[in-house]
């Protein structure tokens, strides 16, 4: 058996590199002409799918972090700044330095930035659609968001002596979901989106709306501790359940006619829930998935440990620039297939340097403290 390194789960390596894989194909879309409808609305799903698992999976794995520190110890306002400490030396870092890249791609291209300062203090899609620039940043205020709530409102509910801090926790994170699912009620009784660019800028890509998908991985987190045998013994089972319910939203959206302009209230208000708890049913066999036995396999691990520089250059960064100087839209379909493979190399190389060089010497750094 091989062992993967740093006590690192490989089915959560499995899951984070497919995800990053989907988020990427879909991006490749941009690459050719749009002549098959199922293909170009696959693609685009497998877009959307990746960052929906990416908040399941960060939700996971924080929440079994701030859990066990919540439950066995004093849960001070020093616990809460020791978790985002190591969060923000994890993720900060790299946000703020290709947001500086990205900066600086736009004014030597003589692009305006609208908000320029939001993008800073992940403003920039707070309340409503995030400007154009650095358009994959919007996940990553709902993670940044998630940070700061959830563990300052553990702090404020241990302020109260509570005699089951297990089921305390629980309630916290059942009531976030509880608050930020209304507010998709909320926005349903407001707004009249009819096709699915509008609700894509201005439900699933907006903050308020989306803390949940990462608190529902937190959810999940809590039941993995508490009843753990139940966990591994139905791990099939969920598996089964979560695959069956992406079969359903892949393919059976159109036969019952729940398309966003004959069902709303559908894509309004419970499209993007069932799809993180579809992911959420995924985590039972893939957690217990714990280390990978042939070496073939480890290029799921890379990929998932260079997923987050990934995803911060492979779009606005690599494939924006090679777009600017490129006109993809006058090639053979030869030339797009080897455009698109020399933008995957470049977008793999450059993020195994960033990686490398960079992200792991300082969370290496914050270790050592």
């Known amino acids: 058996m091989i062992a993967n390194s740093q006590n690192r789960i490989f089915g959560l390596d499995v899951l984070r590199a497919t995800a990053i894989l989907m988020v990427v ?9 749009k002549s098959n409808a199922f293909i170009s609305t696959l693609f685009e799903l497998f877009g959307f799918w990746g960052v929906e698992l ?3 999976l960060s939700g996971f794995l924080i929440g079994s972090i701030l859990y066990k520190t919540f439950v066995n110890e004093s849960f001070t306002l020093k616990s809460v700044f020791h978790f985002l400490k190591r969060r923000w030396f994890r993720t900060l870092p790299n946000y703020y330095l290709v947001l500086l890249i990205n900066i600086g791609i ?10 320029i300062g939001s993008y800073f203090v992940f403003l920039q899609n707070f309340a ?3 400007p154009a620039f650095f358009p994959e940043s919007w996940s990553l205020s709902i993670e940044e968001f998630t940070y700061l709530l959830l563990p300052f409102s553990l702090f404020f509910v241990g302020l109260v ?9 629980l309630l916290v994170i059942v009531a976030l979901i509880l608050v930020f699912w209304m507010n998709k009620f909320y926005y349903h009784s407001q707004h009249a989106i009819s096709n699915l660019t509008e609700w894509n800028l201005n439900l699933k890509s907006v903050l308020i709306y989306r803390i949940d998908a990462i608190l529902i991985g937190v959810l999940f987190a809590w039941i993995s501790l508490n009843f753990s045998e139940f966990w591994k013994n139905s791990k099939t089972v969920f598996a089964l359940i979560g695959f069956g319910i992406l079969f359903f939203l892949m393919f059976g959206i159109l036969p019952l006619n729940l398309t966003i302009e004959q069902n709303p209230f559908f894509w309004n208000i419970l499209y993007l829930p069932i799809t993180s708890i579809a992911f959420a049913f995924l985590l039972p066999f893939f957690s217990e998935w714990k280390t ?9 691990e890379l990929i998932s440990k260079i997923s987050y520089s990934i995803y911060l250059l492979h ?19 030869f030339e797009r297939h080897f455009f698109t493979l020399i933008y995957l190399l470049i977008t793999f190389f450059l ?10 010497p300082i969370m290496n750094w914050r270790d050592k403290r």
């Open 25 to 33: 194909s879909s991006h490749v879309l941009w690459i050719y002409p």
């Open 54 to 56: 990416f908040f399941v």
């Open 106 to 115: 736009a004014f030597f291209l003589g692009f305006s930035i609208e908000n």
């Open 128 to 130: 409503s659609k995030s």
């Open 161 to 169: 002596k509570v005699k089951n801090k297990s089921k305390a926790f």
């Open 292 to 300: 990978y036995t042939n070496a073939v396999f480890y290029p799921i």
């Open 315 to 333: 779009y606005s960064v690599i494939l924006l620039l090679l777009k600017t100087y490129f006109d993809t839209s006058q090639m053979s379909d």
């Open 351 to 360: 993020s195994f340097v960033l990686y490398r060089f960079y992200e792991k």
